[in-house]
Nanobody, 125 residues
Framework: QVQLVESGGGLVQAGASLRLSCVAS????????LGWFRQAPGKEREFVAR????????YYVDFVKGRFTISRDNAKNTVYLQMNSLKPEDTAVYSC??????????????????WGQGTQVTVSS
C-alpha cells in the first residue's frame, strides 16, 4: 500500500502562487508515476500533471503549461506542484495519485491505484 497526503492549499487572489505538496509513504519503491488531479464544484475530476517517480519525465495538461511545474524531492518522497499566475478557474480540490504501473499506452496512461484526500485551492478574482 501507498499512502499519500497533500498539503499547501489555501485562499489566494488571482495572479498569486501556491505550492502543493504530496508526501508518499508505505511501499514507495513500487511507485511508477505520480499525478496531480483537480475537481471543481459540479465538474468532473481532471488531470493536471504527472511525473515519473524517477523524476525524469513530466507531462502537463495544456491549460497549465507555463504556469504549473511538477517536481519531486527524492529524499523526502515528496512531489510538488508549483502553481503560478493562478486564475479563478483554477479553484478546485487538488489531489495527488500514485501509479504502480504504466497503462495500456505506457507512460502516457498510468494506472492510478492510490489517492490522497485532497487539498482545497481557492482563487479569488
Amino acid at each position: 500500500q501507498v499512502q499519500l497526503v497533500e498539503s499547501g492549499g489555501g485562499l489566494v487572489q488571482a495572479g498569486a502562487s501556491l505550492r502543493l505538496s504530496c508526501v508518499a509513504s508505505g511501499r514507495t519503491f513500487s511507485i511508477y508515476a505520480l499525478g496531480w488531479f483537480r475537481q471543481a464544484p459540479g465538474k468532473e475530476r481532471e488531470f493536471v500533471a504527472r511525473i515519473r517517480w524517477s523524476g525524469i519525465s513530466t507531462y502537463y495538461v495544456d491549460f497549465v503549461k507555463g504556469r504549473f511545474t511538477i517536481s519531486r524531492d527524492n529524499a523526502k518522497n515528496t512531489v510538488y506542484l508549483q502553481m503560478n499566475s493562478l486564475k479563478p478557474e483554477d479553484t478546485a480540490v487538488y489531489s495527488c495519485a500514485a501509479s504502480d504501473q504504466p497503462g495500456p499506452f505506457g507512460w502516457s496512461d498510468p494506472i492510478y491505484n492510490y489517492w490522497g484526500q485532497g487539498t482545497q485551492v481557492t482563487v479569488s478574482s
